[in-house]
């Protein structure tokens, strides 16, 4: 089993940023790939990024490509997605997500790929 802790949520004006931190425990030695993924109220849960633990292979949604950016740090298994030109459409609850077995092709954006799941952090852009 693998644990997620999600942090760094909150408020922000459209054009601001924000910093989101995944922590994980328990299992994390086979590590394969972390993500998020994102929610906005009466819509289904989508990707927004990946990547894998080794080499540091990095995937995006086309909705937040060049303003988005994940990564990092194995030694505090922890993965953070930095957020800037933020826009409302951004708003909605962040999840992190993490999987211990290989994604192939495109599955990185199906959330059936990812085995744990954070509790979620909300992002709220104002306009």
């Known amino acids: 089993q693998v644990q997620l802790v999600e942090s760094g949520g909150g408020l922000v004006q459209a054009g601001g940023s924000l910093r989101l931190s995944c922590a994980a425990s328990?299992?994390?030695?086979?590590?394969?790939?972390r993500g998020w993924f994102r929610q906005a109220p009466g819509k289904e849960r989508e990707f927004v990024a990946a990547?894998?633990?080794?080499?540091?292979?990095?995937y995006y949604a086309d909705s937040v490509k060049g303003r988005f950016t994940i990564d990092r740090d194995n030694a505090k298994n922890t993965v953070y997605l930095q957020m800037n030109s933020l826009k409302p459409e951004d708003t909605a609850v962040y999840y992190c997500?993490?999987?211990?077995?290989?994604?192939?092709?495109?599955?990185?954006?199906?959330?059936?790929?990812?085995?744990?799941w954070g509790q979620g952090t909300q992002v709220t852009v104002s306009s």
């Open positions: 997500a993490a999987v211990n077995r290989p994604v192939y092709g495109n599955n990185w954006y199906r959330v059936s790929s990812y085995e744990y």
């Open positions: 990547v894998r633990w080794s080499g540091g292979y990095t």
């Open positions: 328990g299992r994390t030695s086979s590590s394969y790939a």
